[in-house]
C-alpha cells in the first residue's frame, strides 16, 4: 500500500477532549492508523484509552478537535451514515421481532422495506437465524443476539463497518465459535472492518493488521502486520508464528503499563 488512495480509510492525528467537572481530560492525542479495502483491521489497548471515542469519530457520531478522517481518500467532515457501526451491545429493540431489527437501516433509511425483508431473509442461514425471523430478542441466546445485531449492521450496506467488542460478553466457546463465522461472512463480503478487542489471541486470529492504543490521552505504540495465511482455523494458534505474534502484542501492552504507571 504505497499510496494514500490504496486506503479504504485513514485516520490522520486526531485529537479529542472532554471536559469533566470543569477539568479538561484528554480522550485521544494524535491517533493515525489506516485500514485498505477489504482489509480487517484491529485496535486493543488498555481499557478507557479511548478506542470507543475514536470509533464514534469515524463513524460522526462525535467531532474531533483536530486532525481527520479519510474515506477512499477524501477527508469527510460529516460522517453520519457512511460507515456501519456496531457499539458493544447489542442493541436489539425488545418489541421487534428479529426479523424487524434487522431491517432497521433500510427503514430508517427509507428504503424499500420488502426488498429488504426479502434480502434479510435470505441471508438469516449465514447469520445463523435461520427459523427466528419471527422470534423476539428475549428469545435468543447472547451469541445469536449478537449475530443479528451484526446482520443489521450488514444490512446497512456500508462496505466499512466498525464492531465494537462484539463478542465481549460471551463466554469462551461461544466466542470461539462466532470467531470463526465472522471470518466466515467477511471473507464472503470482504467489507473493511475495524475492530475493537481486548482480547489478544482474537485480535491476532482475526486480523490482517493490529493497531496497539496507549493509555489514555491515546497514541498509537505499535503497528503489527498479521502475516498467517487465510483461511484460518482455530489450529492456526496453536503455532510458532502464531504464539511470536502474541508474545510481540502482549510485549507492547505490557510496556506500556510500566511506563505509564
Known amino acids: 500500500m504505497s499510496t494514500a488512495a ?3 480509510v485513514e485516520i490522520r492525528d486526531v485529537h479529542k477532549a472532554y471536559r469533566v467537572n470543569g477539568q479538561v481530560v484528554k480522550a485521544l492525542a494524535g491517533v493515525s492508523l489506516h485500514a485498505a479495502a477489504g482489509s480487517f483491521v484491529t485496535i486493543i489497548g488498555p ?12 463513524c460522526g457520531l462525535q467531532q474531533c478537535e483536530r486532525g481527520e478522517i479519510r474515506i477512499d481518500g477524501v477527508s469527510v467532515a460529516q460522517r453520519a451514515g457512511m460507515v456501519g457501526y456496531m457499539p458493544q451491545r447489542d442493541l436489539l429493540i425488545p418489541w421487534r421481532r428479529v426479523l424487524d431489527n434487522v431491517i432497521l437501516g433500510p427503514e430508517v433509511h427509507g428504503e424499500d ?3 429488504a425483508r426479502r434480502e434479510a431473509r435470505e441471508l438469516l442461514p449465514l447469520f445463523g437465524l435461520q427459523g427466528f425471523a419471527d422470534s423476539y430478542p428475549a428469545a435468543l441466546s447472547g451469541g445469536m443476539r449478537q449475530r443479528a445485531a451484526l446482520l443489521r449492521t450488514f444490512l446497512c450496506r456500508k462496505d466499512v463497518m466498525l464492531l465494537d467488542e462484539p463478542f465481549g460478553a460471551l463466554d469462551a466457546i461461544t466466542r ?9 461472512v467477511w471473507q464472503r463480503f470482504r467489507y473493511t472492518i475495524l475492530f475493537i478487542t481486548h482480547d489478544v489471541e482474537e485480535a491476532i486470529f482475526l486480523s490482517d493488521y493490529v493497531y496497539v492504543l496507549t493509555a489514555r490521552p491515546a497514541q498509537v505504540r505499535t503497528e503489527l502486520a498479521v502475516s498467517l495465511p487465510r483461511p484460518r482455523k482455530r489450529e492456526i494458534t496453536l503455532t510458532p508464528e502464531f504464539a511470536s505474534l502474541k508474545q510481540r502484542l502482549l510485549n507492547a501492552l505490557t510496556q506500556g503499563r510500566s511506563s505509564e504507571q
Do not use: H, M, P, R
Not at 481499557?47 to 469515524?58: A, H, P, Q
Not at 470461539?176 to 466466515?184: A, S, T
Open 6 to 8: 490504496a486506503y479504504k
Open 176 to 184: 470461539n465459535l462466532l470467531q470463526e463465522w465472522l471470518l466466515q
Open 47 to 58: 481499557s478507557g484509552c479511548g478506542k470507543s471515542t475514536l470509533f464514534s469519530i469515524v
Open 113 to 115: 422495506v420488502a426488498a
